[in-house]
């Protein structure tokens, strides 16, 4: 079993629509939560950054942790045609100074409709 | 630049030839990751580099891949007689060296096809 798990869709909504996209993890080390978005092609761009568990909102984007449940979420409100991406959610355990490896998901295709 | 450089972005070569892939992180980072990205998986550590520490190869597949990072800045990192299992996206991140945090930027990758 994959320490991180994430649905690859893909998940199609139509413009306007509320996006839902979640990944579950197995490793309780993890404190570190990130999402980040991937144009076809391109590198894989930072969204959304989180520590140890709550909400932290920035702009469309919600991002939530629930560390109890191991369950990451990443909301976008409003979607646009320009959030067709795929979207990684990736972590990481406490560092103590040092840089540490992130732990990917696989990714969920969003394809948004006009 | 401001960002991560790879290069180069495309590289095509035969069965059992060596391959560099190149990445220059952002200024004054001195954190740098390799990862790599196969079809329908998600992204895969394979080496990093911190400051003058020793670098963590533990996500490196076998003894034919190996990486440098010169002077504390440029990275190349080798593929000796490739496979066709290797053909991916090479990714390179980089990330400042700050307490508590690990945020890592990335290039556009270098997409490895081997015939």
């Known amino acids: 079993q994959k320490e991180v798990e994430q649905d690859p869709g893909p998940l199609s909504v139509p413009e306007g629509a509320i996006v839902s996209l979640n990944c579950t993890y197995s490793?309780?080390?993890?404190?570190?939560f990130m999402w980040y978005r991937q144009y076809s092609r391109k590198g894989p761009e930072l969204l959304m950054y989180?520590?140890?568990?709550g909400n932290k909102e920035d702009g469309r984007f919600t991002a939530q942790v629930d560390k109890s449940s191991k369950y990451i979420s990443l909301f976008i409100r409003d979607s646009q045609p320009s959030d067709s991406a795929t979207y990684l959610c990736?972590?990481?355990?406490?560092?103590?100074?040092?840089?540490?490896?992130?732990?990917f998901g696989t990714g969920t295709r969003l394809q948004v409709t006009l | 630049g401001a960002g991560v450089s790879q290069s180069p972005s495309n590289k095509v070569t035969e069965k059992g030839k060596d391959v560099e892939l190149r990445c220059d992180p952002i200024?004054?980072?001195?954190?740098l990751y390799w990862y790599r990205q196969s079809l329908g998986q998600g992204l895969e550590f394979l080496i990093y580099?911190?400051?003058?520490?020793?670098?963590?190869k533990s996500g490196l597949p076998s003894d034919r891949f190996s990486a440098e990072r010169t002077g504390g800045s440029v990275s190349t990192l080798t593929i000796q007689r490739t496979q066709q299992e290797d053909s991916a996206v090479y990714l390179c991140?980089?990330?400042?060296?700050?307490?508590?945090?690990?945020?890592?930027?990335f290039g556009a990758g270098t997409r490895l096809s081997v015939l």
């Open positions: 991140a980089s990330s400042a060296d700050r307490l508590a945090k690990n945020i890592q930027y």
């Open positions: 490793n309780s080390a993890f404190q570190y």
């Open positions: 989180t520590y140890s568990s």
């Open positions: 990736a972590m990481s355990p406490l560092n103590t100074g040092t840089a540490s490896k992130l732990t």
């Open positions: 200024s004054g980072h001195t954190a």
């Open positions: 580099f911190q400051g003058n520490s020793a670098p963590d």
